[in-house]
């Protein structure tokens, strides 16, 4: 039984309960947000169920069946690349992102507080059209089907619609805190016109998630995306424009901050995502982030 207020209306036998409120937080992005990490090498304290819930929306590629589709859960590893869900059953997969210690970090900024995680990410995905394997342009209109705004917007959708999502039978509201993106790989390995659009393209982005989540001045945390270098080629040449747009954008934007401890993550063999390790260590990273920005802005206090 939820410790909820009950409201007396009229008489002693008319009384409505208040739902219980989670600060609820938006992460997504491309396979960096998605989450390359291993469950198999999680440290203990973290290869646990929390209390912290998580809507995951079922990542596609544009055209594609149930995107943006899933269920609330408590958040436990595998919500990185390959969990899937048909609105039903959550798949875990062997992987994971930066939603776990992020979770735990938030969890312990609000210690009194109820924390729930709406993610939708696809790797490969970028802003532009014609950029990656899927993009996420607002007003892309190929006549065929939806792109990863649509399914973003249908995953922030559905989590909303859920009247319970704890399952305990009493109803639930989610609170707004915050937007993590981590996103740019794609437009600045695709063109010099990719990583050129690529401050409009944000800015546009950004203000269509925070209408969508009906706060015009949400906050707002940039991951900084990095290039291993590693292989032959330059997989992405145009990472400096990228990383320009990134940064005009926060400097522009007085409840946006820039996430760039990024730098110091490694790389294993695969020269496009990070170690386990980086993705620990990105999760906190992103809640420290919040944390500076929401004392500088003003804006939420709990």
Not at 7 to 35: H, K
Not at 86 to 93: K, V, Y
Not at 158 to 169: C, E, F, R, S, V
Not at 212 to 230: C, H, N, Q, W
Request: hydrophobic share 35%.
């Amino acid at each position: 039984m939820k410790n909820t207020a009950l409201v007396c209306i009229a008489s002693l036998f008319s009384c409505s309960t208040i739902a219980d409120e989670y600060l609820t937080f938006f992460m997504a992005g491309q396979s960096n947000m998605d989450g390359y990490g291993y469950v198999s090498e999680l440290p203990s304290n973290i290869a646990k169920e929390q209390e912290v819930l998580i809507f995951h929306g079922n990542g596609v590629f544009d055209n594609q069946e149930n995107g943006g589709v899933g269920k609330w859960d408590k958040l436990k590893p595998g919500h990185g690349t390959g969990f899937q869900s048909d609105g039903t059953t959550n798949t875990l997969s062997q992987r994971f992102g930066a939603e776990l210690t992020f979770a735990q970090s938030i969890q312990q900024q609000y210690p009194d507080k109820k924390i729930a995680i709406i993610k939708y990410a696809v790797g490969g995905t970028g802003l532009a059209l014609n950029t990656g394997y899927s993009n996420w342009y607002p007003n892309f209109t190929d006549g065929k089907g939806h792109n990863q705004y649509d399914f973003a917007l249908e995953a922030i959708n559905n989590a909303y619609a859920a009247n319970d999502i704890d399952g305990d039978g009493e109803p639930d509201s989610l609170k707004p805190m915050g937007i993590i993106w981590m996103q740019g790989e794609a437009d600045a390995h695709a063109s010099k016109e990719s990583a050129n659009a690529y401050l409009s393209n944000l800015t546009s982005l950004m203000n269509l998630f925070r209408a969508a989540l009906r706060m015009d001045d949400l906050p707002v945390v940039i991951g900084k995306i990095t290039d291993s270098e590693l292989g032959e080629e330059d997989i992405m040449p145009y990472i400096e424009r990228v990383h320009l747009a990134q940064k005009l954008f926060v400097e522009s934007d007085n409840c946006a901050t820039y996430m760039s401890n990024s730098d110091s993550y490694t790389y294993g063999d695969d020269p496009w995502h990070y170690t386990s390790e980086s993705f620990v260590q990105m999760g906190k990273d992103f809640a420290l982030s919040y944390k500076n920005l929401v004392e500088a802005c003003g804006l939420i206090k709990d």
